[in-house]
C-alpha cells in the first residue's frame, strides 16, 4: 500500500489532511513491523537447507536420512523437467539423528588425536538422504555440482572434493549412488547392515561394507522359534534388498530345522500409504493357527503397520522383531497405547554396542553446541519444543541452558545403535586409509609433493582394501566379510505398559562365533505372554504327534502339516513327532500307549494254566477209565464176550489205548529237546499199534466167520495165524517212518515270539511237516482200512460180532482227524498244541467207548447174558 493511496483512504474516512502524515508514518511502522514479525517467525524454518560444510584439510562426504519423503498414490509420476521440492511431503526421522551425532564425535575424535592425521584436519559434507527412488540421486547431484541446483561434472564453489563418501543405512541408496560415484572413482563405504548384493566387486568396485558379513540373525530367530516349538510362523518382511536377502536366509535356516512358513508377506521400505494399507491383513485373518510372526522393517514401518491391524487386538499375535537396530521402538511407541497393547509378549532382536566416549559427549550437547548446522537446530525445536540461541522464532521460547539429552525427550539418544557404531568405525576406517596413504606420500616424495589438494579419492582404494586396525572398543576392523567375528544378540521382551509407558526387558541372548559355535539363552520366568494366552502360545499347522504316535506328511502340503497315526504293535515312538515307529526287539512288545517296549513273558501250555489243567484232568480220568477197563477184562476174561472178541487183541488194544492217554501229558509243560521228540514218537506209535489192532480184530472177525463156510482158502488163513502178523508189519512201517522224519529233520524247540504280543510261547516245531503229515496220513490209512473191513462185516450174523462197534469206533477216529487238519492249522501258539491233545484224547476215547462200553455194561449190569446157555438160546431162536 502507498502513501497516496493511504492518504486517500483517510480522506474517504474523513480524516484531517493535516493529520494524515503522521498517521500515514504510524501505518508505515506498524506494517513493517509486522512485516518484521512475519520475517523472523519465517526464520525459524530458513534452516532448512539441504547440506551442511564443515572447511578442512580434506572432505569426507557423507549422507544421513534425517527426513523422509511422504509419497501417496498421487505421487505415482514423475516430471523431469521440474525440479522436485526439498520441502515436499517429507517428514523428520529424528531417531536417525544419531548417526549424525555419532558421524560428528568421530570427526571431533580424529582432528583431537595428535598420532591419526597430525597436522591434517579432517571435515565433512553432509546432505540428506532420501527414502524416496525418485530423490535418490538428489543429495550426490548437489555435492558433486556444489550448490542447491543439479549441475553434474560442475564445480561452483572453492571447497575441496570429497576424497570419500560415508553412506547407505539402505543397500537401494548405496547402489543407486554407488553407480554415479565410479564414474568418478569415489569410495563409499557404508554404514548399513551387510548386503550380499553390495559385495559384488565386478558390479560395486569402489563399494566398502562396514558392517561385517552376519548370518547370526536368522540363526537367533530360529533357535527362538524351535526353543518354543514354533513351527507354523507367517513372515513379513519389506520389500527391498535387504528384506529380500533376509527372507532368503531365514527361509533356508527355517527349512533346515523343519519349520514351515505359513505365509509371507512384503511391504514397500518407503511410505506408499495405498500399498501399507493392505499388507498382510489377508493372511493375518486367514492363518488363524500362525501366532507368531516374525516382521523385518524399520520402525517406522512397524508403527504404520501396527497402526493398519490394530483392529485385531481381539486376536492378539507374537511378533518376533528381527530388524537389530530397533532401539527406538519403546520411544516411537510411547504415545500409541493401542499398539502398545498389540506388542504386548512379543520379542525384539537388538544389537546394542557402546562407543568408548559417545555417552560422554551427547551428556555434553547444548542447544549452541553447532550454531551453524541446520539439522542440530531443528532437532532441538522438534525434540524440545524450545529455540536454540542462534534461532530467531518467537513461536516456542529460548532453550533452557541446563537442558540435556538425559531429559524424557532425548533419552533414547543416549543408546547406541548399530548403525551409529558402524558410521563410527566407518570415518575411522577412512581415517586411517588417510594415515596410511600420507605416510607413503611422505616416504616417496618431498613435503611439496604431499599437498592435500592433490590427493585423488581412486588413490584410497589399494589402502582401503587391506586397511586392518583396532579401534577405541577393542574390535578388529576390516573390509573382509569372510572374517569370523562374535555377533551378540539381546533378546527383549514387551512387558505391555504401566501408566502409558511401555517398556523392554532382556529375557536373553544369543551369541554366534561360528555356524557350529552358537549359544542360546532364554528365561522364561521373565516372559510375559500376550493376555489372551494363559500359557506358551503354540503356532503349529498341526497339533505335535505325541509319543505312541507317527506322523504321515500330506501330499502337496507343508512338512508341518501332517496326521498322527497309532504306532501298530510291536511298534513305540518314545518322542514327540517321530517320523517312523521303532520295532520292539523280539523279546519285548509295545504297551496300548505305544511309547514304551516292555519284557514279553515265557508261555507254554503248562498244567497250571486252565486249559492245560483241564486236559491233564481229561487225560487223567481217561486214563483211569481204560485202566480200569482193563481190570475189568483181565477179572472176566474166561467169560464168553471177552474170549469171543478175542481176548488177547483186547488186551493190547486196551493197552495201546491206555499209552494214548498218557501220552497226551507229555505235551503238556514246559517242552525240552527230549520231550519234543518223544511226543511225536509216542503219538505215533501207540496209535499204529491201536489202530492195527483194530485192524488185526477185524480181520480176525472176517476170517472166522469166512472159514465156517466152504472153501479151504479161508480156512487156511485163520489156521496159519496170518492175522497175527498184522500188528508188528504196521508197527514196523511205522518204525521206518519215524526213522526217516527223526533222521532228516526231526522235532525241536522254538520260541514263538510273533503269535502273541506279549509273549513268547515257547512249543514244539515239528521239524518236517512233510514227514510229520505223512505219519498223519499212515494212521489215516491204517484207520480207513480198518473202517472199510469193519463196515464189510458189519452183518456177520453172531452173537458176539463186534463189527459194528469196530465200524462206529472208526468213523469216530477218522471223523476226529480230519476236523484235525483245518482246526490245527487255524490256530496258533498254545492252543496248536491244545487242539492236538484234545484230538488224542477224542479219538481215544471214541476208540474206548464205542468198542468196550457195550462189553463192560454186559459184563457188569447184565451177567445173565454172558454165558454159553445165552449165547445157544439166542442162536437156537434165530435159526427157527
Not at 483186547?650 to 489205548?657: A, Q
Not at 488185526?696 to 479151504?712: D, E, H, M, N, S
Amino acid at each position: 500500500m502507498t502513501a497516496q493511496s493511504s492518504c486517500r483512504t483517510l480522506s474517504l474516512c474523513g480524516a484531517d489532511p493535516d493529520m494524515s502524515l503522521p498517521l500515514l508514518c504510524l501505518f508505515l511502522l506498524l506494517q513493517s513491523l509486522f512485516t518484521l514479525g512475519e520475517m523472523n517467525h519465517q526464520s525459524c524454518f530458513d534452516y532448512l537447507k539441504p547440506s551442511t560444510y564443515m572447511k578442512a584439510d580434506i572432505i569426507l562426504g557423507a549422507f544421513v536420512p534425517i527426513y523422509i519423503t511422504i509419497e501417496g498414490f498421487n505421487k505415482s509420476y514423475i516430471f523431469f523437467e521440474i525440479k522436485p521440492d526439498i520441502f515436499d511431503n517429507f517428514a523428520e526421522s529424528w531417531k536417525n539423528y544419531q548417526y549424525l551425532l555419532a558421524f560428528y564425535f568421530a570427526i571431533e575424535e580424529i582432528n583431537k588425536d595428535v598420532h591419526l592425521l597430525p597436522n591434517v584436519t579432517l571435515g565433512f559434507h553432509l546432505y540428506n538422504a532420501f527414502n524416496s527412488h525418485r530423490r535418490t540421486l538428489e543429495g550426490p547431484l548437489m555435492w558433486l555440482s556444489g550448490r542447491s541446483e543439479f549441475i553434474p561434472n560442475y564445480k561452483c564453489k572453492t571447497q575441496h572434493n570429497a576424497l570419500g563418501i560415508i553412506a547407505g543405512t539402505r543397500p537401494e541408496f548405496s547402489a543407486a549412488i554407488g553407480t554415479l560415484l565410479e564414474l568418478y572413482k569415489v569410495p563409499q563405504v557404508t554404514y548399513g547392515t551387510f548386503d550380499s548384493v553390495l559385495s559384488e566387486k565386478d558390479t560395486f568396485p569402489s563399494l566398502y561394507q562396514m558392517s561385517p558379513k552376519d548370518t547370526a540373525l536368522t540363526q537367533g530367530v530360529t533357535s527362538l522359534l524351535l526353543h518354543f516349538g514354533w513351527k507354523w510362523v507367517g513372515l513379513i518382511v519389506s520389500d527391498d534388498l535387504k528384506g529380500k536377502e533376509f527372507l532368503s536366509d531365514l527361509k533356508a535356516e527355517m527349512v533346515s530345522k523343519d519349520i514351515c512358513v505359513a505365509y509371507t508377506e512384503k511391504f514397500q521400505a518407503k511410505w506408499h500409504y495405498q500399498i501399507t494399507f493392505e499388507v498382510g491383513l489377508m493372511n493375518l485373518i486367514q492363518h488363524t493357527q500362525a501366532n507368531v510372526h516374525v516382521f523385518y522393517g524399520d520402525t517406522d514401518d512397524l508403527g504404520l503397520f501396527f497402526m493398519k491391524i490394530k483392529f485385531m487386538k481381539a486376536r492378539r499375535k507374537v511378533w518376533i522383531m528381527a530388524k537389530s537396530h530397533l532401539v527406538y521402538l519403546e520411544s516411537a511407541f510411547n504415545k500409541l497405547n493401542d499398539l502398545m497393547d498389540l506388542l504386548e509378549g512379543s520379542f525384539s532382536f537388538s544389537k546394542k554396542r557402546d562407543i568408548p566416549g559417545f555417552n560422554h559427549f551427547l551428556e555434553g550437547l547444548t542447544p549452541s553446541q553447532y550454531p551453524g548446522e541446520l539439522y542440530f537446530n531443528k532437532f532441538w525445536i522438534d525434540t524440545f519444543y524450545c529455540s536454540p540461541p542462534p534461532v530467531l522464532c518467537k513461536i516456542h521460547k529460548p532453550c533452557p541452558l541446563n537442558i540435556s539429552l538425559k531429559t524424557k525427550q532425548g533419552k533414547n539418544m543416549m543408546v547406541t545403535s548399530e548403525p551409529s557404531f558402524s558410521i563410527w568405525n566407518a570415518v575411522y576406517a577412512v581415517a586411517h586409509t588417510l594415515h596410511k596413504m600420507l605416510l607413503r606420500t611422505t616416504e616417496m616424495g618431498s613435503h611439496e609433493d604431499t599437498n592435500h589438494e592433490r590427493l585423488l579419492p581412486w588413490q584410497l582404494h589399494p589402502f582401503l582394501r587391506k586397511i586392518q586396525f583396532t579401534n577405541a572398543a577393542g574390535d578388529q576392523i576390516c573390509f573382509d566379510e569372510n572374517k569370523n567375528h562374535v555377533e551378540k544378540y539381546d533378546i527383549q521382551n514387551f512387558m505391555g505398559h504401566t501408566n502409558h509407558y511401555s517398556f523392554l526387558v532382556k529375557v536373553g541372548e544369543f551369541v554366534s562365533r561360528s555356524p557350529q559355535d552358537q549359544g542360546f539363552f532364554i528365561n522364561e520366568v521373565m516372559i510375559k505372554w500376550p493376555s489372551n494366552f494363559n500359557q506358551t502360545p503354540q503356532s503349529v499347522c498341526t497339533q505335535s504327534c505325541g509319543p505312541g504316535f507317527w506322523k504321515i506328511l500330506e501330499d502337496e502340503r507343508p512338512i508341518c502339516c501332517f496326521s498322527c497315526v497309532l504306532c501298530p504293535e510291536s511298534y513305540i515312538s518314545n518322542e514327540t513327532d517321530q517320523q517312523e515307529c521303532i520295532p520292539c526287539p523280539l523279546q519285548e512288545y509295545s504297551n496300548s500307549e505305544r511309547n514304551i517296549c516292555l519284557p514279553k513273558s515265557v508261555t507254554f501250555l503248562s498244567f497250571e494254566d486252565s486249559l492245560g489243567m483241564a486236559l491233564s484232568c481229561t487225560a487223567l480220568c481217561f486214563s483211569v477209565s481204560t485202566a480200569v477197563v482193563l481190570g475189568i477184562f483181565l477179572k472176566h476174561q474166561d467169560s464168553p464176550i471177552v474170549k469171543a472178541n478175542n481176548r488177547i487183541l483186547s488186551f493190547i488194544l486196551l493197552i495201546s489205548l491206555l499209552l494214548c492217554f498218557l501220552c497226551s501229558f507229555l505235551f503238556i509243560g514246559h517242552p525240552s529237546a527230549a520231550s519234543c521228540i518223544l511226543q511225536q514218537i509216542a503219538f505215533a506209535l501207540v496209535f499204529t499199534l491201536a489202530l492195527s489192532t483194530v485192524l488185526a480184530k477185524t480181520i480176525t472177525v472176517i476170517l472166522a466167520f469166512r472159514a465156517l463156510k466152504p472153501g479151504r482158502t479161508m480156512r487156511r488163513l485163520l489156521v496159519s495165524g496170518i492175522h497175527n502178523f498184522v500188528i508188528p508189519i504196521c508197527v514196523l512201517i511205522q518204525f521206518i517212518l519215524l526213522g526217516v522224519w527223526l533222521g532228516t529233520s526231526p522235532p525241536y524247540i522254538e520260541a514263538d515270539a510273533h503269535s502273541e504280543q506279549s509273549h513268547i510261547i515257547i512249543l514244539c516245531n515239528k521239524g518236517s511237516l512233510t514227514a510229520f503229515y505223512c505219519v498223519l496220513g499212515y494212521l489215516g490209512i491204517l484207520a480207513l482200512g480198518s473202517f472199510t473191513l469193519a463196515f464189510l462185516a458189519r452183518n456177520l450174523p453172531d452173537t458176539f460180532n463186534e463189527a459194528k462197534f469196530l465200524t462206529f469206533s472208526m468213523l469216530v477216529f477218522c471223523s476226529v482227524w480230519v476236523t484235525f487238519l483245518p482246526v490245527y492249522h487255524s490256530t496258533k501258539d498254545k492252543a496248536m498244541v491244545a487242539v492236538e491233545v484234545f484230538s488224542i484224547l477224542t479219538s481215544s476215547a471214541g476208540l474206548l467207548g464205542c468198542i468196550f462200553f457195550t462189553k463192560c455194561y454186559i459184563i457188569l449190569v447184565k451177567p445173565d447174558e454172558n454165558s454159553l446157555k445165552y449165547f445157544k438160546n439166542k442162536t437156537q431162536s434165530r435159526k427157527n
